[in-house]
């Protein structure tokens, strides 16, 4: 089901969910009636009540009892098929042709009864993210000429400034245009503690602004907002079967088709080979059908799963189906991304140092005379020539090095000359050419692979000069310059840092309580600085200077050695791993459109202590279905053994087979409330 697509898709939805209510309601009711007609034919046998009373009693509470099933059995049947449903309306009326009214009035009514709180469970699970719908506001104050103008949100455009003020809720996705305040983005994130924003930072629809007013300019339209996905794709996971689940729909029909033939038997053999009396003989073949019946089995799954994906949505962690909940429960192993993941992502260039041999200060240097010129008669000094060349090149690249280097060069003012003829090397570095000739960045494996066949002036100094620098724990590349003659010049080096996040070593420490036996980084970075970060935070296994398809070959091998395996990645250049990893978890789903699309599990919010939780949800709803199997299929056995053993009576049976189907659907419901 789609929400917010469109004002007539939002009308469908809400007419959809009035109709579901209603429909609640209905068999809410039902179930009253069924319930009278019960005690009015029992209290009217007992008090000596006209008998035309007594079966009208009895005959209203198998009308209104068994109406719901009946009709589900019917429609089964057309496909063809055959359900639970069926059985419980054969046993109603094989007890009421034995003189057993009461027994097939009590088991309707307590049939009845469990699928409206069934109902009511899964309803719950299903409506709970929906909520945030409700935190969106249906309209925003759209700045026009000065003046605002309250506009619905699916009639705002991209590019339209909008105004909160303090405690409005935020009606779309945008970046602030003027004014600073803090903003409660829990609904979405699952942050409690606000945030804070001011002029270029991004705010999400329906997080709370709290402090002061903003002015916001709209970067997406009402129905592609963070939330408005979330919100979709919740739904769907919601549709995706869990594996458990697959496999109890595969043998519902056989395990329906066998209780039939095993209440036949119940009836044949006695009648047959032991001369037993017709009614009682009946009478405990109904018992036994009532309570082989896999109600509580079948609603076990879908009441715990579909729970834990609305609580994850609720605390900004995405499943993107319940297959993923139960995987993520049997993870051992854990391989992280460095850039984005394990760190900020915020990499900022830290060193620039030309090698001073490289340009001379007079004409006929090593850099192209013309551009020399304007530069020395500028007064520009060297390491500011060696980062204008650079920025030129690296301003045709989307790399998070290439936007640090371009960022310095403007802070810097610098004048930025053109470049063309750009290319990449995915995992090595860049080349283009500026103002005729080649200007090379690159890490060591780069100088080695794509100018192995030119002779380079200063390549030790510059080799040497890395090493060091990433032996602190920075990323390094040279630039180098290639002119005609296939002469090349190291003309310096360039150095960036990325901060680690501050609470990723308690992540790690959270994931070895949780049971993660093995985490490893792998990162295209080189070795010097990802050794740096792993012994900061514990990393058991570091791999390297990785291509994409080279972190895909690690995550083999630790297929391999483990049950599961997952990958957690910004859901771009890990794309490759992430799809082989037997769960993929995507990190900042709030405001990343390839982390939605690509990953298994997606954290909607930066925070590192989601990941931890995500696993525990897990490995709760994990527990929860082992307690619920046990009960559901304890309950079977017990009454089952106790039947051919005591022969317990159809009411105790009734009451055992609907109080554990009942019983289960309140235990899954318990993980809408799980909170890590």
């Not at 044949?268 to 009396?277: C, E, I, K, S, V």
């Not at 992502?345 to 551009?371: I, K, M, W, Y």
């Not at 089952?640 to 659907?665: D, K, N, Q, R, Y």
Request: proline share 4%; net charge negative; with cysteine.
């Amino acid at each position: 089901m789609e929400t917010h697509s469109s004002p007539t898709s939002a009308g469908v939805d809400e007419s959809q969910g009035l109709a579901a209510r209603l429909n609640i309601r209905r068999q809410g009711l039902f179930v009253a009636l069924t319930f009278l007609g019960m005690i009015g034919g029992l209290v009217g046998s007992w008090t000596g009540a006209p008998l035309w009373v007594v079966w009208s009693c009895y005959a209203g509470a198998y009308v209104f009892g068994g109406w719901y099933g009946l009709k589900a059995s019917i429609a089964a049947l057309r496909e063809p098929a055959v359900e639970i449903d069926l059985l419980m309306i054969v046993a109603a009326l094989g007890a009421l042709y034995i003189g057993a009214p009461f027994e097939g009035a009590m088991l309707l009514f307590l049939f009845s009864l469990s699928g409206v709180l069934e109902e009511y469970a899964i309803g719950r699970s299903r409506t709970a993210i929906k909520s945030l719908v409700e935190m969106r506001p249906e309209s925003a104050r759209i700045l026009r000429d000065g003046t605002e103008i309250t506009t619905p949100i699916d009639d705002v455009n991209i590019g339209d400034v909008f105004v909160v003020r303090p405690g409005d809720r935020l009606p779309l996705d945008g970046v602030v245009e003027t004014g600073e305040s803090t903003v409660d983005q829990s609904s979405l994130t699952g942050e409690s503690i606000p945030v804070a924003k001011s002029p270029g930072d991004e705010v999400f629809s329906g997080t709370i602004n709290e402090t002061g007013s903003l002015e916001v300019r709209v970067t997406r339209e009402a129905t592609e907002s963070a939330i408005s996905r979330l919100i979709q794709m919740v739904e769907r996971a919601q549709e995706k079967r869990a594996p458990t689940q697959q496999l109890i729909d595969r043998f519902e029909q056989p395990y329906v088709l066998g209780v039939f033939a095993m209440t036949v038997v119940a009836i044949a053999l006695p009648l047959t080979l032991l001369n037993h009396a017709f009614e009682p003989t009946f009478y405990r073949a109904m018992t036994l059908m009532v309570a082989a019946s896999p109600c509580a089995v079948i609603i076990s799954t879908p009441a715990a799963v579909l729970s834990a994906i609305s609580a994850g949505g609720r605390q900004g962690v995405l499943f993107k189906g319940g297959e993923h909940i139960e995987t993520a429960g049997n993870v051992d192993a854990i391989a992280f991304d460095k850039t984005g993941t394990l760190t900020e992502g915020n990499t900022r260039l830290t060193d620039v140092t030309a090698r001073e041999a490289a340009f001379p200060a007079t004409d006929g240097g090593s850099v192209e005379p013309n551009l020399l010129e304007e530069w020395v008669d500028g007064g520009m000094s060297t390491d500011d020539q060696l980062l204008a060349l650079a920025a030129a090149v690296q301003s045709r690249s989307e790399h998070h090095l290439a936007d640090a280097t371009v960022e310095v060069a403007a802070e810097r003012n610098l004048e930025i000359p053109d470049s063309s003829e750009f290319d990449a090397v995915v995992g090595k570095g860049v080349h283009a050419t500026v103002d005729g000739q080649t200007i090379h960045i690159g890490n060591p494996r780069y100088i080695e692979t794509v100018l192995g066949g030119c002779s380079i002036d200063g390549r030790e100094v510059g080799l040497e000069a890395v090493r060091d620098l990433e032996s602190h724990g920075k990323t390094s590349v040279l630039v180098v310059r290639e002119p005609a003659d296939d002469h090349c010049t190291v003309l310096g080096w360039l150095a960036f840092t990325d901060t680690i996040r501050p609470d990723a070593a308690e992540m790690i420490d959270q994931l070895r309580e949780r049971g993660v036996e093995q985490i490893v980084m792998l990162t295209g970075d080189n070795e010097r600085v990802a050794q740096y970060i792993a012994d900061e935070l514990g990393i058991d296994e570091v791999y390297a200077a990785l291509l994409p398809e080279e972190k895909v070959e690690h995550v083999e091998a630790l297929q391999e050695r483990h049950e599961a395996v997952a990958m957690v990645g910004d859901g771009v250049n890990d794309a490759p791993a992430l799809a082989t990893a037997d769960i993929s978890i995507g990190m900042g789903g709030a405001g990343t459109d390839v982390a939605l699309e690509t990953a298994d599990i997606v954290l909607m919010s930066d925070k590192l202590d989601r990941l931890p939780y995500a696993f525990a949800l897990s490995n709760e709803t994990k527990r929860t279905l082992y307690i619920n199997f046990a009960i559901a299929f304890g309950a079977i056995a017990v009454m089952v053994i106790a039947i051919l053993t005591a022969g317990i009576p159809l009411p105790i049976a009734v009451i055992g087979h609907e109080g554990s189907t009942v019983l289960v659907s309140l235990i899954g419901l318990r993980l809408l409330a799980f909170d890590g």
